[in-house]
């Protein structure tokens, strides 16, 4: 079990640096065909209505966890979000951000999504940002587990890209 769990977080991670932080990762593209490539993927998921949109949140604690080899920072938010089809929800988030070198952060995230009727499903993900003040927010790739929960049965052991704006609003695309 262990092993599989090590290859669906190497599966999630490659999926996202190929279709969303590979954009922002290698901002600095060298031929005008990478562009073209980056920009249509981007194109088509701001096409799709998301079915998970944030409409606020808040840290309730950061801290540094670690410092050697990479500063680490672990930070716990709540987002007040809406999913098409549930209706109003409280995601309760955890997030370690690695701050590497290079300037990028690459974080892992874990929590549970709770309905207004206390149902709920778990979710894990990866992503990545700059950290320059010229970049957005963080793009990345979430799973959500499995569920008994009638109201999130649709999202059981499904895949979605996401993106984060600079003031932590979550908007969450489903993949096909």
């Known amino acids: 079990m262990l092993n599989l769990k090590k290859y669906i977080y ?3 991670l490659c999926f996202s640096l190929i279709i969303g932080i590979g954009h922002y990762f290698s901002i600095y593209a060298q031929s005008a065909e990478e562009n073209s ?3 249509t993927t981007i194109t088509k998921i701001e096409n799709i ?3 998970y949109i944030a409409t ?3 840290c309730s604690s950061s801290k540094q966890v670690e410092s050697h080899p990479y500063v680490v920072i672990e930070e716990k938010c709540i987002e007040q979000a ?3 089809s549930i209706g109003k929800v409280i995601n309760n988030l955890t997030f ?3 701050i590497m070198d290079n300037n990028t952060i690459f974080g892992q995230g874990y929590g549970e999504i709770v309905s207004k009727d206390d149902q709920m499903i778990g979710w894990r993900s990866v992503d990545g940002n700059v950290f320059d003040t010229g970049h957005p927010g963080y793009r990345g790739i979430i799973y959500f587990n499995s569920t008994m929960d009638e109201k999130f049965s649709s999202l059981n052991h499904t895949m979605g890209v996401f993106r984060s704006d600079t003031c932590t609003n979550k908007s969450i695309w489903l993949l096909e």
Do not use: C, D, F
């Open 10 to 12: 190497i599966g999630i």
């Open 37 to 39: 490539i980056k920009n």
């Open 49 to 51: 209505e998301p079915v």
């Open 56 to 58: 606020s949140g808040e």
């Open 82 to 84: 809406t999913i098409k």
């Open 96 to 98: 370690l951000n690695t």
